[in-house]
């Protein structure tokens, strides 16, 4: 069977064939529900916000214009939807300034964990991290966001976006290294 794209779905859902949105929402559910769950750090808070960004895709859907990706509007969606509720429950957020760093991305250099671990080590240190700077790192590592398309998601500028990837991965680092040095503690 051939594997439609979501533009298909789209079009289907647009031309009044609703019962094809849950293609999308099959294809999301997942990380829509990963962003909300980070953001707002409560189970049915998060499973609330993620059925809400659904409904609010799903009634905005004849104003995607494709001019971004799909999953960049529903994540951008979602986010949103996700602040406006913290913002509701009087939580705030602090962005960095904007501040210049070059352009190539880096990427996390895991070779110093065994790989059979590396996925135990890496999920315990992203469990450590505030929700904006998980959402970053799930966005770019695991969904492939490009920077642009994380700023659009997020509202933050490109350059911003870079400086707090850049940051994180050197948190990261920083979170693994210790985990290392207290497993080898534990072993001697």
Known sequence: MEKKDDNYYIEKV??????YFSYIVDKYQDIVFSI?????RNREDAEEMAQESFVKAFRSLHSFKGKSKFSTWLYRITYNTCI?????????FIFTDDVQIRDEAEELNL?????????????SALEKLPED???L?????????????ISRITGLTASNVKVK????RKKLYTILDDMLKEELYAIL
């Open 137 to 149: 790192v799930l966005l770019y590592y695991f969904e492939d966001q490009s920077v642009d398309e």
């Open 36 to 40: 909300a769950l980070k953001v707002l």
């Open 133 to 135: 700077e998980y959402t």
């Open 165 to 168: 990837l850049h940051r994180v």
């Open 14 to 19: 647009k031309n009044g064939q609703a019962n």
């Open 111 to 123: 070779d110093g964990i065994p790989e059979e671990n590396r996925e135990k080590y890496v999920k």
């Open 84 to 92: 406006s509720e913290t913002r509701k429950k009087k939580h705030h």
